[in-house]
């Protein structure tokens, strides 16, 4: 900036900021910190408030319920973060190429993720639900009981599981089909020439030019993950009896159910900070890669 | 697609897994078409009668006959074009000053701005619903448009995009004597609308599906979001709605959004490219 404007520049720049900055520090920075101090508090949805210090953190502490959503958390994290990863790629190298098919395959596993979770819970309740479902059709067909996904504990996590993998391929199919697209062809040529094999050339080339877009799909994956909430709430309910109750889940149903609202800050407030973790490691893992070159 | 895609055909196995996926993903959305087209009262007596004629329009027309469904569709729209409208604007206006114009702070706010991309919604949900009680902003539409125009990722992206215009365009415009708002609203802004289009699709998405949000703030049937609004009814689905008409509320909830991708197909997939090269 020439130092003619500076003046006039001072002004503008807050006129055009403003009005952005204002809603950010009244939306986001505020609730922020209004949801760290109610995690201090007594309080319900209604204003009642008493400050009970890390009351509701050694509560949290002391909770199996929140102890089993954590759990429960976690195992659907392990459950759809690791095959997502690896389906997404898979299909990101096979559909890598300038084909009319090919761009109409990826229009297909991309389909579903532009749907809202309301509709994916709907239609996948009727695939599973055995008593109308298109899984318990086909058992019938195939002469067995069909299996009670829905409400049986030992099968409500991977039916989630398996929902939000056909939900979320899109978008990690996408980001990898980008980073194959920013390796340099003439490795590839390389590697031909050298006649090395289609699995040796994923290994030393492919999945190493890869890194940087298989850190990004992981981190933003555990991320969006560690906040499942829509599927758990509309196809189990959390249930049977919290076998499917997941963090987000908990949170809901202690400030909407309970009216606890601090407690519900209070275990919020963990989960933030789980979250923030992820993207500190996922910043980490990116900047120390590149320091290293 | 360009140099680095593979031009060998695919090994047998690999084609055999990508019509099976393929499958997968296809064959939840025709069950679910096959049963929209049906009679409740068929279904009711066995699901398998999906795959077999005679279909149906009926439960479509009870969806635009008295059923709150229009009214929630009319709500998403006026939501997520609001929502979209406000962010365009916000972030353009922000984008420009972060990326062009010298005032104090301006380093240590754009900073302050970006360190809210790590912030889940989580964090800020419940005191959120707190501070909009207070307001009395709920069951509202300014209540359901505002957590929506806080887009930090729009701010860094818009400012990004400023960034690459040229310079000598701005020097130019202002020896011709424009004011620095004729500069941005003529000269400037004109040149980022492929930048406006893939932020302004992955706003409307956003804010079209979203659902924790709409689902604490709006309570009463007339200000539900399709999102809510297909929750409710699917959660009284065994008092009330047939099956049939169910699936066909999913259906044509889909299809807005279904057209949407279909004509931003492009901007999508540039804005995804994007976010990994970043």
């Not at chain 1, 390796?183 to 040796?200: C, F, Q």
């Not at chain 2, 690999?14 to 069950?31: E, H, K, N, Q, R």
Request: with cysteine.
């Amino acid at each position: 900036m020439t130092r003619s404007r500076g003046k006039a520049g001072h002004l503008s720049g807050y006129a055009f900021a403003g009005p952005f900055l204002l809603l950010y520090a009244t939306i986001l920075v505020y609730p922020l910190l209004l949801g760290i101090w109610l995690s201090f508090q007594r309080a319900d949805l209604f204003g009642a408030r008493t400050w009970v210090g890390f009351d509701n953190y050694a509560r949290l502490l002391t909770d199996p319920t929140f102890h089993q959503s954590v759990l429960n958390t976690f195992v659907l994290a392990l459950l759809i973060v690791p095959p997502l990863t690896v389906i997404a790629l898979l299909l990101a190298l096979a559909l890598n190429r300038a084909t009319r098919t090919a761009a109409v395959f990826r229009g297909i596993f991309f389909s579903s993720s532009v749907l809202s979770v309301t509709i994916v819970t709907l239609i996948w309740r009727f695939i599973l639900t055995p008593d109308a479902g298109l899984v318990a059709e086909i058992s019938q067909v195939l002469g067995r009981e069909p299996l009670p996904f829905l409400s049986h504990p030992d099968l409500t996590i991977p039916s989630l599981a398996i929902t939000t993998i056909w939900w979320s391929l899109g978008f990690p199919i996408m980001l990898f089909l980008a980073g194959l697209q920013q390796v340099p062809p003439d490795i590839y040529e390389a590697a031909a020439l050298d006649r090395s094999s289609r699995w040796s050339t994923f290994w030393r080339i492919t999945l190493p030019s890869l890194r940087r877009t298989l850190v990004l799909v992981i981190m933003l994956q555990t991320a969006a993950q560690l906040q499942l909430f829509g599927q758990a709430q509309l196809l189990t309910a959390g249930g049977p009896s919290g076998a499917s109750r997941t963090m987000v889940l908990f949170i809901y149903e202690v400030v909407f159910g309970r009216w606890d609202l601090g407690y519900g800050a209070a275990a919020a407030e963990i989960l933030f900070l789980l979250v923030l973790g992820i993207t500190l490691a996922q910043y980490w893992a990116i900047t120390r890669r590149e320091a290293e070159r | 697609m360009s140099a680095a895609v593979s031009r060998n055909r695919l090994p047998i196995a690999a084609t055999a897994g990508l019509l099976l996926g393929a499958a997968i993903m296809v064959t939840p959305l025709v069950w679910t078409l096959l049963l929209s087209f049906k009679s409740n009262a068929e279904l009711m007596r066995d699901s398998a009668t999906a795959f077999s004629a005679p279909y149906t329009l009926e439960n479509y027309r009870s969806i635009l006959v008295g059923s709150s469904v229009s009214r929630w569709l009319l709500n998403s729209l006026i939501v997520s074009l609001g929502t979209t409208a406000g962010v365009l604007i916000l972030c353009s206006l922000a984008g420009y000053a972060f990326a062009r114009l010298d005032f104090p702070f301006r380093r240590t706010l754009f900073v302050f701005v970006l360190l809210g991309l790590a912030v889940p919604e989580q964090a800020v949900i419940l005191p959120r619903h707190q501070f909009f009680a207070l307001l009395g902003l709920h069951n509202s539409y300014p209540g359901l448009i505002l957590p929506g125009l806080v887009a930090p990722f729009g701010v860094f992206f818009m400012t990004q995009y400023f960034r690459a215009i040229p310079r000598d365009l701005d020097e130019a415009a202002m020896l011709d004597g424009a004011s620095r708002f004729t500069l941005f609203w003529k000269v400037l802004l004109p040149l980022t609308i492929p930048a406006q289009a893939t932020l302004g699709v992955f706003t409307f998405l956003g804010s079209w599906n979203d659902y924790w949000w709409p689902l604490i703030s709006a309570t009463t049937s007339d200000r539900f979001t399709l999102t809510v609004g297909l929750a409710s009814a699917q959660m009284n689905y065994a008092q009330t709605s047939g099956l049939g008409f169910l699936m066909a509320q999913a259906v044509f909830a889909s299809i807005p959004i279904l057209i949407v991708y279909i004509i931003f197909q492009k901007q999508i997939v540039r804005a995804m490219a994007g976010t990994a090269v970043r």
